[in-house]
């Protein structure tokens, strides 16, 4: 399949292995908690609690496969909520090998501050998180989200849904492509709803935020009718409704990236795949396919080819960067940011078949993905000269062209309606827990996703990293409290939006500091000629 997606198989940051050594043990204490469909055991670890495993909607298996979400019967007795449910059925986000996970998914995991009450008797901020892993791998579980919780002292949650061609499936039978990976997270945000207060948290106060697919699904949210009144405030990590990747920038066979595809392409999509299948009987393809061992459909391309979000329905009536230009997204404050280098966790999958190794090299791949004028343009912005190597310097265009300048044009779209703020995460001695060794001429420095530990557990920190990572922890849960991100001790964070100003992060005394980001990412550059070449399809 000759496009961009074949890379987000490789996108490995998203299930870090060492985040399964990092459970928690099970304590003897077990508190209850009474949801809307029946009593729920979790696990008490001293300053937090755990409810891992809670079903927000029925199993969509069987005659469900392909249908929205329906309601979770109610259970009897005491339903024990002290593991992980299943995670849906994906491919291993590392190496080779079969589906894994299960189409009976849909579980989120509440991790809340230990003791329900608050003071003046209103309820704690809630957070509720979208995993990454490119629509086709991932789960809630890997990210454990303690510090959020008794640092910040907020409920936290994170939500499984469904992946690839079970998530993001469409065709004639179907009506179009109902998205049913975002109708499970406007579940999971019904049930937060319905059930926020008996964890202890305010269900008028809920923040949506997520990083990669996650950050995608945020703004796909943030422009979607159907999810009006489920939040209040949105974090967009590494993700943005503009994100893109230029054509041939990774591999020559690759077309451009983009995340939203018109609804009719995911539907032309699902009748060839249907008809590939034997499932081509006018009337009959969706019980044809609903009897398929799930195994048949969970193949790489078939998983790979349905990981986009379909737009020009009920959902997502328009593109989601054209929503934002046009002013028709939920009127919420936002946080958005990128890494400082994005692109270099992809780039780095591919050099060992198509090198970088000289200065010729990087001036056909500027030739390649971009047409003369911009590639000359670009050449004298990133003169290969001024970069450790040219792989650095190729990375370094991809960062700036895909992620950090189409972050800050959704910045300026949103910041015209509503507070925004923007980051950029910049620590480049963050650790690598992707398993994925460095090459010797691309150093990974603050990668996709390398955000994530300063967040949630996922692998050890330095002194300095942890002192960042309080940092990061008052400024995103003090933004789910008030709108601001504000926390005590730390630099104030100014408004983005229409200006250039955003948040550096990084360890040290002036590591957190505003910078104009849009001069040092070159962006004039990028909004005059890029998102600028041919789409595919």
Do not use: K
Not at 100 to 128: H, K, Q
């Amino acid at each position: 399949m000759s496009d961009f997606r074949r890379f987000l198989r490789r996108w490995a940051l998203l299930l870090p292995a060492v985040s399964l050594l990092l459970g928690a043990a099970p304590a003897a204490d077990r508190p209850v908690v009474d949801t809307d469909r029946g009593p729920v055991r979790g696990l008490g670890h001293g300053a937090y609690d755990t409810f891992e495993g809670i079903p927000f909607a029925a199993p969509p298996t069987g005659p469900l496969r392909w249908r929205l979400p329906e309601p979770m019967p109610r259970w009897e007795g005491v339903r024990d909520a002290g593991a992980p449910g299943s995670r849906c059925v994906q491919l291993p986000a590392v190496g080779a090998g079969g589906p894994t996970g299960s189409e009976d998914c849909l579980y989120l995991n509440v991790t809340a501050p230990a003791g329900r009450a608050v003071a003046g008797g209103r309820g704690r901020p809630v957070m509720v998180w979208f995993h990454g892993g490119g629509f086709f791998s991932g789960s809630g579980d890997v990210y454990r989200p303690e510090r959020l919780a008794t640092q910040g002292g907020v409920v936290v949650v994170t939500v499984n849904y469904r992946l690839g061609v079970f998530g993001l499936f469409g065709h004639p039978e179907l009506g179009g492509a109902p998205g049913f990976a975002l109708a499970d997270q406007r579940a999971a945000l019904l049930w937060v709803r319905a059930n926020a207060a008996r964890f202890g948290g305010d269900p008028g106060d809920v923040t949506v935020f997520g990083e990669s697919a996650g950050a995608l699904s945020v703004c796909a949210h943030l422009t979607s009718p159907a999810s009006t009144g489920l939040f209040h405030r949105a974090i967009v990590q590494s993700g943005s409704c503009s994100t893109t990747a230029p054509p041939r920038s990774l591999l020559p066979g690759l077309g451009t990236y983009e995340p939203f595809v018109p609804e009719r392409r995911t539907v032309e999509d699902g009748t060839l795949a249907a008809a590939r299948l034997g499932c081509d009987r006018p009337g009959g393809v969706l019980d044809c396919l609903r009897a398929l061992d799930p195994a048949v459909l969970a193949t790489p391309e078939l998983m790979q080819r349905f990981s986009l979000v379909a737009y020009g329905n009920s959902v997502l009536p328009m593109e989601p960067r054209r929503a934002l230009e046009a002013g028709r997204f939920h009127r919420v404050p936002v946080v958005q940011g990128t890494d400082q280098d994005e692109m270099r966790l992809f780039l780095a999958q591919t050099l060992a078949v198509y090198p970088i190794p000289d200065g010729a090299a990087y001036r056909a791949r500027l030739l390649r993905s971009f047409d003369a004028p911009t590639a000359r343009a670009v050449e004298a912005a990133y003169p290969v000269s001024a970069f450790a190597t040219p792989a650095v310097a190729w990375a370094t265009v991809l960062t700036d062209a895909s992620f950090a300048c189409p972050t800050l044009r959704d910045g300026a779209a949103l910041g015209r309606h509503v507070p925004v703020y923007a980051y950029r995460f910049s620590d480049r001695g963050a650790p690598n827990f992707t398993g994925q060794p460095e090459p010797p001429d691309l150093p990974y420095g603050a990668a996709h996703g390398f955000e994530l530990p300063y967040l949630f557990t996922i692998a050890p920190l330095t002194g300095p990293q942890r002192q960042l990572a309080d940092r990061m922890t008052g400024y995103w849960t003090g933004f789910a409290r008030t709108g601001v991100p504000a926390a005590p001790g730390a630099p104030r964070w100014p408004r983005g939006g229409t200006s250039a100003s955003a948040l550096s992060l990084a360890p040290g005394a002036d590591g957190i500091r505003t910078v104009d980001a849009r001069a040092e990412h070159h962006c004039a550059l990028w909004d005059a000629r890029w998102p600028g070449v041919t789409r595919t399809r």
